[in-house]
């Protein structure tokens, strides 16, 4: 398993703002995943990101406002950018185990709880 | 495309009796199927996996899970609840032609919550 952390755990932020929120993990790993979990929603995929490359988004979410960076296998950090409220939500950050076997889980950090006024 | 129906946004169910959450998914090929619980104000834990074999998948937390291929079911089960296991159930599928660093696909989730 890996242990995830993520800094910081809640922040409360004015509109038109930027949160960078970090993610930590204890092991190396190839792939971490940011998700987005809206007010008693499901968990929404905002992108993938692999060390060394550009982060992949999913649709209807794009770079200038979700900037991503994945200096090394065990850190990457998420960008909200000019917040609005509507992006508050819980961002979590999400890591597969190194092996590439498809029935391997992920697992997920604690969340950052966004709240924009 | 890959998909995960939970139809019952909420459970209710009286403490010790048996609770079931409801998950059905949808993959071209053959899946593997998680379940997830989030506890307020925490993460995702990972609760159990079918991957092979045996059709009911025994996970933490005395929970188990029973893979219906004809049904595209993967129904989460306890035998008898506990208040502590109010809170939010996610049920997720990957396609077996991907691999570990193919993201999960979640369903919207479903509130149980167990009354003393």
């Known amino acids: 398993s890996a242990v995830i952390s993520q800094k910081p755990s809640r922040d409360i932020c004015q509109r038109g703002t930027s949160l960078t929120i970090q993610c930590q993990v204890d092991?190396?790993?190839?792939?971490m995943f940011w998700y987005r979990q809206q007010p008693g929603q499901s968990l929404t995929l905002i992108a993938t990101a692999n060390q060394g490359s550009e982060a992949t988004y999913e649709s209807g979410f794009v770079i200038d406002k979700f900037p991503i960076s994945r200096p090394n296998l065990t850190f990457s950090t998420l960008t909200v950018s000019n917040m609005s409220p509507e992006d508050s939500s819980i961002y979590l950050c999400?890591?597969?185990?190194?092996?590439?076997?498809?029935?391997?889980?992920?697992?997920f950090g604690p969340g950052t709880r966004l709240t924009v006024l | 495309a890959q998909s995960v129906a939970q139809p019952e946004d909420q459970v209710n169910v009286a403490e010790g009796n048996p609770l079931t959450v409801k998950c059905t998914y949808s993959v071209s090929g053959n899946p593997y199927l998680f379940w997830y619980v989030q506890y307020p104000n925490r993460g995702l834990q990972f609760l159990l996996k079918y991957i092979t074999g045996d059709n009911l998948v025994k996970g933490s937390y005395g929970f188990e899970a029973e893979f219906n291929k004809s049904q595209t079911s993967f129904h989460l089960k306890k035998p008898s609840a506990l208040v502590s296991d109010s809170a939010l159930y996610f049920c997720a599928v990957r396609d077996r032609r991907g691999s570990g660093n193919t993201p999960l696909v979640f369903g919207k989730g479903t509130r149980l919550s167990v009354i003393a």
């Open positions: 092991s190396q790993v190839t792939m």
């Open positions: 999400s890591v597969g185990t190194s092996g590439t076997s498809s029935y391997n889980e992920q697992f």
